[in-house]
């Protein structure tokens, strides 16, 4: 018997019969909708879908190479971008890290637990493998990459080669404190995610939290959205707040901070992972899980 799933996931211009059209494929290809969403943007006059589909005969596994050849003929009618791929196909995660390594454990522990489908094809991190021998990488590779302003050239072409070389889907900045040039975030663009704390009122440089605390700020949060060539200012793909009062010291903002960062930046990572998550301009459309 044969249950595989599927998930295509597209967006256009808006016009009148696009969901006909999808599901009419799909029908007369074989295929049971089990989940469908769909969301027409007035503001930008796009239009964008999610479905999720089987075999309408369990005994009849269906035919990917097929379905996207005969749907792409739809799709350049109707100006589509979209993908369409085998729900279980895990997506190849390059994670990168700095001095801390909060984010860097928790996405690993969710993806040895089956919580993060995917498969982590490095970590590569701008601090030595010494500073990280309590995580347990358990056979991930490891690369060094040293940047300074005299090397960050280098070091951006060798991890570029790398996310080539081990055919990595995404990358995310796991608390990766360096900023990526210009060119390395067009290169990456759509498929690189970042997390950073975002206070109001908003706090730059070093030591956010203690800045935040010097300041009495009654609201912590964090921000997960893709990189761009403007810094942190990419489209948003998740965001969290937690309340704070005079009672918390500047350890305890650290402390719940760090907390924040973990589960936002695991939110927006399975999100993406599972084809929710649409670019729209500035902004970004999130289908429910």
């Known amino acids: 018997m044969n249950n595989e799933k599927y998930i295509m996931l597209l967006s256009c211009p808006n016009k009148a019969g696009i969901v006909a059209v999808v599901s009419s494929y799909l029908f007369e290809q074989g295929c049971n909708i089990l989940d469908a969403q769909q969301f027409d943007d007035i503001d930008t006059n796009r239009f964008f879908m999610r479905v999720v589909f089987d075999s309408l005969d369990p005994q009849v596994a269906l035919s990917l190479p097929n379905l996207k050849e005969g749907f792409a003929a ?11 791929r085998p729900q279980a196909e895990r997506k190849r995660v390059m994670l990168l890290v700095s001095g801390f390594d909060h984010c860097l454990r928790d996405l690993l522990y969710r993806s040895r637990i089956g919580e993060l489908p995917m498969e982590v094809s490095a970590v590569v991190a701008n601090h030595p493998a010494e500073q990280y021998r ?15 302003p005299d090397t960050k050239v280098e070091q951006e072409a060798k991890l570029w080669d790398l996310v080539k070389s081990t055919k990595t889907d995404l990358v995310v900045l796991a608390r990766y404190m360096q900023i990526l040039s210009d060119d390395l975030s067009r290169k990456l663009e759509g498929r690189c995610i970042n997390i950073h704390h975002s206070f109001l009122p908003g706090f730059k440089g070093a030591r956010p939290y203690h800045q935040a605390h ?11 959205h893709f990189v761009t060539s403007d810094l942190d200012e990419g489209p948003i793909i998740e965001q969290d707040v937690e309340r704070i009062s005079h009672r918390d010291s500047a350890d305890d903002l650290v402390r719940k901070g760090r907390d924040i960062e973990r589960r936002v930046l695991a939110r927006a990572l399975r999100a993406y992972l599972e084809d929710r998550v649409v670019p729209n301009g500035r902004k970004t459309i999130i289908f429910e899980g």
């Open 134 to 148: 309590s995580v347990d990488l358990q056979g991930i590779p490891f690369h060094y990459l040293p940047i300074t």
């Open 74 to 84: 739809i799709a350049d009618r109707n100006n589509m971008n979209w993908s369409l």
């Open 214 to 224: 010097e300041r009495g700020v009654k609201l912590i949060g964090a921000t997960s």
